[in-house]
């Protein structure tokens, strides 16, 4: 997983504000689509809908995963 920029303040950076396609956001996990599908419909995977597009936001990406670590 990319590192990206941070916090400040309280007040999000631009890139974690950013929102990606599905299949930008699955290379940025290295993961598949299909993985990004299940995982957004079972697990919870924090996704946006944009017109119908399903979008994914990079904060969210490394938050949950962080949350995904293994103690």
């Not at 007040?11 to 930008?24: F, G, H, K, M, S």
């Not at 290295?30 to 946006?48: A, D, I, K």
């Not at 936001?57 to 670590?69: E, H, I, M, P």
């Amino acid at each position: 997983m990319k590192e990206h920029g941070s916090t400040h303040g309280g007040r999000e950076t631009e890139v974690e504000c950013q929102y990606l396609r599905v299949d930008e956001a699955a290379s940025y996990l290295g993961m598949s689509r299909r993985w990004m599908y299940r995982e957004s419909q079972r697990h919870g995977l924090p996704r946006y809908y944009f017109g119908g597009k399903l979008r994914f936001r990079v904060g969210d990406l490394d938050s949950w995963a962080r949350q995904q670590k293994m103690s």
